[in-house]
């Protein structure tokens, strides 16, 4: 079981990485947006194996593919940590680096390439597609 939380500690979860759908880095400039760099790096989640503590505000926008995606965030200290998409029901998508521990994880796929900063190129190690993952 993976704990992890916000920087003030009022929101906290654990998952249970064994459950762990996917690993993604995404440039999208969402993303950018919301954590002040150059990517996120999200973890799926079926919403059974997440259990969170604590309150947190919801902000939503509409995704670039018209997709409605509902980010999680501390309302005292502003870590955002949870992603909802009303188009992927069931899930949550955590980011990475709001786990006490994520050594166990390999991030399978890097999205939005085609919008990452020359001063944060993805790794080349990665599969990568330029905008969202294909969904079949
Ligand atoms: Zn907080
Ligand atoms: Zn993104």
Not at 9 to 31: I, M, P, Q, W
Not at 51 to 77: A, E, W
Not at 107 to 133: E, Y
Request: glycine letters at 10%; one cysteine or more.
């Amino acid at each position: 079981m993976t704990e992890g939380g916000c920087l003030c500690g009022a929101l906290r979860y654990n998952c249970d990485e064994v459950a762990a759908v996917t690993a993604l880095h995404c440039h999208c400039k969402d993303c950018q947006r919301v954590t002040g760099s150059g990517k996120a790096t999200v973890v799926m989640f079926p919403e059974s194996a997440v259990s969170i503590r604590g309150d947190y505000k919801t902000f939503s926008s509409l995704g670039t593919d018209g997709s409605h995606v509902n980010r999680g965030f501390c309302g005292n200290c502003g870590s955002q940590l949870f992603t909802f998409v009303d188009e992927i029901p069931g899930h949550v998508f955590i980011k990475a680096g709001t786990m006490d521990s994520s050594a166990w994880l390999t991030v399978d796929l890097t999205c939005w390439a085609s919008s990452a900063p020359d001063w944060l190129t993805p790794d080349p190690a990665i599969p990568a597609v330029p905008q969202n993952p294909p969904t079949n």
